[in-house]
């Protein structure tokens, strides 16, 4: 198989499940004639025509209501949001009508909110959001934040055949960036599962999407200097994979967070609490992060690159942690 | 949904015309309505009020948990807007609603309990209020607290019963105050666009909490919400109830004949405050007096008087057969325990199966065609604008969501010719 | 706001209608325009084309950062329209107004240095496009890309404004597309309500990046969008720039009179793609040809001529006048450096202190009167609903804020009289 | 000075406030006739008219954003939202308009929104919520979230003078359940302040809010078995005072978090990270949380006892940690 890009593996993941079920329909902004923003859904209109492409009002409340309502007939609607950062116009529907669905009444809402992501391009300050730690600390939501072309696909698979609401987000940075030949048949990557993506012994780094190949660039780097980091690739933010964090640092006993999202409330605080009541006497050296800075993402290059973690910033922690 | 309760009866009690149909007249387009359908509408409205009362006593005895909202005086319009339906449609109602919530077949036990916070309730306890629903019997869907927000679920439920092939209407209601929030005006618009079969109920009932319409809507009328999108809507006297019902029923059998939503404006008073905490001081003097000569279960009373519908004993049998119901489901929901604190940790994730497929009413084939190929193209006859735009309002759904097909050869997914689009330009924003 | 940019100097040029008023002619409610006029309205659209070709070319060498926008064929709506406003006023461009930044005084170097990240940018490279705004001096609100969200902010503005005792208007924009947003329908019925002075100008475009206004609203008219809110509104040829300027100027008048906002259809079109990465593929035959033959810079060139208010001279003088600017701006921008990278740290919170106090242009006293004391209560004549709202789409705002006031005694805060009112009541949801 | 409860501190505030600075007005849903749902408003209709005192229909959007608009012309909007949680249904303008306004263009946004929070009153899943922490992980926002009368009376004119965005929570389960002596001047309580409410040895809680109370209780049973907990009431999340919990755990060496706020990714995860990186060495056992569940705030009252902290809980806990 032809390597393809992490975009196209999204795409084809989309294909084959329309494909399979009749129940899966997409639904966002320009996703019909146009393909979408990014061109994520690019031929399924002419593959599955008006009725399961359909494009909408500029208006997340009513795409994500809509879904909603869809999905309790039984449909399994993917929603494109044309930028993640629009999420905040739905955060409502969302978190308050979607997210508590089940709990409430018993009424699954299986959905898919697929949505592109994440710095690096210059996006500013409304085109490069990483919003996951609003809907992590939303009970009810599931949230996939894949790093791979095989991931991507496989973990699209799995959220569609869900019964829960899923937010996928796509790092758009990696969107055209990086290849994979994927397996021909039909596969899944199930929810909830972390990878060890590189094996080590003297400290754990955990990350996901963009940023998990920014830590594997480092783990290269401080091989040079002997210093050998195991990398965790989370993929799934909800369920997170507790069991893979926490058996690495029993072996490490040391452990570094990276992610693009701003600071404080990021991710990398809850795993700290969740390792000091799962592994607190593992711990030889102090919890430490790589984040982003707490403030909105700035526009001009030389300030979007202060303000995301950079591989060095991510070594020197690492070196530093190492040496504790 | 839930496990089966084994505590829940059967609903609905025996009715006029009893057993098919819900229980309940089956609805023609007719305009003139059966004795029957009178009497339905009467006792649905005394039932509605029944229950309310019946709450009240309860919360004054500190039973019901949380807030109780009332409808007094507005029962026609939740009892005549429901009516039209039938039970296939779907409907979602508002915390005035209990009314519409009885027609459609939910039994005043669901009410209590769900008040009463009770393990017995359809929530379980989960939830409260008319804060529940019914995905597969009744086609019920619960609403929250957060005002409009039923709009946009509506329509992708009425949506999703046209892609299916059902032939439902969904229908819905928002208060005066509830019509300015950004959910009423991005649901009803996708609506619209869409041409979906739903009927918006606008409940104006002078008041959002202590607030009056002229300070949330500077519109004489509140119908004329509508007009934003080329909606169809009606105004009736949300106090008739036989006036209610007609034109919910005219809005249905327009919406099911694929006619687009419709908006219904009914013109009504709020007798009580907010809720039962709130004396409603704000009323300017008269303003009750007024609406009380023009209560909808007295004027019904009286037209069935005048118009020779019922005697003195038919009245007694249907308030006998209504206090039966509410004693014996006020004992049973009094009876009902508590949850048990485990259950506070259960359901935030549906482990398990859906328990609502997708029921196809039309051939499967017909939405995924082996061969499928729609031309990815906007059709323009006038270059001055979009011909769909000029077009879409009066022209038939089908011509909406097909229009572009044409006989071109069919594409595989993953191959070749879509990568051909998918490089054609690269995507930023 | 930032501390003063000693790096950018004065602006606007000199003009036709020199010195005061911002630089451009002083607008009358005449609505026949003066020869000034209509070669500043010239100026203006061609100024603002040329900036934009400056920034395409600046985007082929890739030196723009992000993404660029186009306002081709548009020109006559951000220019016509801004154009009616008046030093005091306040604007919030949308991405397609450069023409109505450069009018109300932005030097296209702002425009320039915003494109290309530049620390001499109005907001140093912390954001982008027109992604800025001038509060003391200009008094131009910075838009974010949320569609929509403007609606409310100026609303806010309009209100505020009048408080002060300003007589301003606030102008803001939004497309067909973003008319389907929730914070339109939320802010423009909040100015509806309040009778705020808002002119909100409603750009069809016809597309709404790729999907076309059928598919966004079902309505021929986009100004009846104004109809849900008894809003005043007008329709105007968008590639006419005269007529945009007077029913620009009407609606700014009608605002500044206290009469309440207006919602302004401009119909044009978009003959770019979305941004400049959209090859706009997705544009039926026939469209762009059809518009081009109305560009609104050529019809206004034909026009001058026609009616013979400039000659060959004039028409290369203002073109030299604006190649000389374009060439200094570029040059300026082109030579200022990128931000330092700390900036990237500086500025979440306002330290200091504000950049704006309230400028007041009544007697404060008017709103802390002494001994005031309004009556708590909605007023009715009518008992069926309250008076205000039949009231008020036609009464003045005075009789709207204040109709309650009566000359009861004071009252404390903290004291008796207060708590009583607060104790009155449990307050509960 | 007779006591005054909860509510009546911020009415005086508020009152005090408007009487100060004309640049001060209320703008809300039911606060002028009506005074508030909760009555916090009482009063300032009859005593500032009815350009001071706004009514707006059911916008939340509008309501923001109308704010934020009168804001840029100097005044000093204070919102009441009616419960804290429909801020979902104005998330986009705070988060995305209000929150990167001073950030990305120099200008400030003075105001305050005031808004009913907290379980505990059987509210059920819309009317309980402790949303603190999305705005915590938003940069651009000050949040306040005081325990006692003299705090929120102190607390909100310094809100109401900051020249930032601040989000001023006001637990509905303290409204009238307790009462303080206010001083007769004018007094403002600075933000960024935590308080040590009760010294102790044996280990630091943390907590904020209707919690701060349950907390102090908890102390006292503790204290009953000869463990000295020190407890610090939080008041201002952000900007947060790391200094004084810091300072504390350096002397206590262990830290329990309260928080009514549900558990992944609540505050308790991100002082978590923050001890990691300031006072590892210190820390002689697992910073510990107790948290309400990860799940909807459900209505029925045992449903919601479970779902909330309780002062066995807390004393569990703590007992735990000082034997750790
Ligand atoms: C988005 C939102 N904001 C505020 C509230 C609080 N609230 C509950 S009911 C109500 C008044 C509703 O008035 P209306 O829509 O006219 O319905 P009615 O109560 O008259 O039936 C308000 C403000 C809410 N539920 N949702
Ligand atoms: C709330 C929101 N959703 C989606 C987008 C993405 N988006 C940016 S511009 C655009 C199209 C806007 O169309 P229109 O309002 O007609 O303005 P035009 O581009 O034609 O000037 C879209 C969908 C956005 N900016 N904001
Ligand atoms: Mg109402
Ligand atoms: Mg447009």
Request: charged fraction near 20%; aromatic fraction near 8%; hydrophobic fraction near 40%.
């Amino acid at each position: 198989m032809e390597p393809v890009t992490f975009l196209e593996a999204i795409r084809q993941a989309l294909f084959e499940e329309m494909d399979r079920d009749p129940a899966v329909i997409c639904i966002g902004e320009d996703i019909s004639v146009y393909g979408g923003a990014f061109k994520v859904t690019a031929g399924l209109l002419e593959r599955f025509g008006w009725e399961r492409v359909i494009d909408t009002p500029i208006s997340e409340t009513a795409i994500i209501g809509a879904a909603c309502g869809m999905s309790y007939l039984g449909l399994r609607p993917v929603v494109e949001l044309q930028f993640v950062d629009f999420i905040a116009c739905c955060f409502n529907q969302l978190t308050n009508f979607v997210a508590k669905s089940n709990y409430r009444w018993g009424a699954p809402v299986p959905m898919v909110v697929r949505a592109p992501s994440g710095g690096g391009v210059h996006g500013g300050p409304f085109h490069s959001g990483n919003p996951e730690m609003y809907f992590m600390h939303t009970p009810g939501l599931k949230i996939v934040y894949p790093s791979t072309p095989y991931d991507a696909k496989g973990l699209m698979k799995a959220a569609i055949r869900d019964n829960n609401p899923v937010l996928f987000f796509e790092h758009k940075f990696l969107y055209r960036r990086i290849k994979e030949a994927l397996p021909a048949e039909d596969y899944v990557v199930p929810l909830g599962q972390a990878m060890v993506r590189r094996k080590g012994s003297d400290l754990t780094i955990v990350s996901y999407a963009a940023m998990a190949h920014t830590s594997l660039e480092a783990a290269a780097e401080l091989a040079k200097e002997g210093i050998e980091a195991e990398v965790i690739d989370l993929r799934t933010l909800v369920p997170l994979d507790q069991e893979t964090i926490v058996n690495s640092v029993k072996k490490t006993n040391k452990i570094l967070i990276v992610h693009e999202d701003t600071r404080t409330g990021g991710i990398a605080g809850e795993i700290a609490a969740i390792l000091n009541e799962q592994a607190f006497e593992h711990l030889d050296g102090p919890i430490t992060r790589v984040t982003a800075l707490d403030t909105p993402v700035p526009y001009s290059p030389p300030l979007e690159e202060r303000f995301l973690p950079q591989l060095a910033d991510i070594v020197r922690a690492a070196r530093d942690l190492a040496r504790f | 949904m839930f496990p089966k309760n084994t505590l829940r009866p059967a609903w609905p009690p025996p009715m006029h015309n009893t057993a098919k149909n819900n229980g309940r007249a089956k609805v023609t387009a007719s305009p003139a309505l059966t004795r029957e359908q009178h009497l339905d509408l009467y006792f649905f409205m005394a039932l509605n009020r029944a229950v309310e009362e019946a709450m009240v006593r309860l919360f004054r005895q500190n039973k019901i948990v949380g807030g109780l909202y009332s409808s007094l005086g507005q029962e026609a319009v939740s009892v005549g807007t429901a009516y039209a339906l039938e039970k296939r449609d779907w409907m979602a109602p508002m915390i005035r609603n209990i009314g519409s919530l009885l027609v459609k077949g939910v039994p005043p036990r669901d009410i209590f309990t769900q008040h009463m916070a009770r393990y017995t309730s359809p929530t379980k306890g989960k939830d409260g209020t008319s804060h529940f629903g019914d995905l597969k019997n009744l086609h019920i869907v619960s609403p929250i607290s957060m005002l409009g927000d039923l709009i946009p679920v509506m329509t992708g439920v009425a949506m999703a019963g046209r892609y299916l092939g059902q032939k439902i209407v969904a229908m819905t209601w928002i208060g005066d105050g509830g019509s300015s929030t950004g959910a009423f005006h991005e649901g009803l618009n996708l609506a619209a666009v869409q041409r979906a079969p739903l009927v918006l109920v606008l409940e104006n009932n002078q008041w959002a909490y202590s607030t009056p319409v002229s300070r949330q809507v500077p519109l004489r009328d509140l119908a004329d919400r509508a007009r934003a999108y080329g909606v169809h809507s009606a105004i009736v006297d949300g106090n008739d109830v036989a006036a209610v019902y007609q034109t919910a029923k005219a809005a249905v059998d327009r919406c099911r004949a694929g006619q687009g939503p419709v908006l219904i404006e009914a013109k009504t008073m709020r007798m009580r405050g907010h809720a039962q905490h709130d004396p409603a001081e704000y009323v300017p003097q008269g303003m009750f007096e007024y609406w009380k000569a023009r209560d909808p279960i007295e004027r019904c009373e009286k037209f069935l008087t005048a118009n020779k519908l019922w005697d003195a004993k038919t009245k007694s049998e249907i308030h006998a057969r209504i206090d039966g119901l509410i004693k014996a489901d006020l004992e049973f929901a009094e009876n009902s325990p508590l949850p048990p604190p485990e259950l506070a940790e259960q359901g935030v994730y549906c482990e398990g199966p859906l328990c609502l497929e997708p029921r196809w009413e039309r051939p499967i084939a017909e939405v995924t065609p082996p061969g499928c190929s729609v031309q990815a193209a906007w059709k323009v006859s006038d270059p001055g604008s979009i011909e769909a735009g000029q077009a879409m309002p009066g022209a038939p759904l089908a011509k909406f969501t097909r229009m572009e097909k044409t006989p071109a050869a069919p594409r595989s997914p993953a191959k070749g010719s879509t990568k051909k689009i998918a490089a054609r330009s690269k995507g930023r924003r």
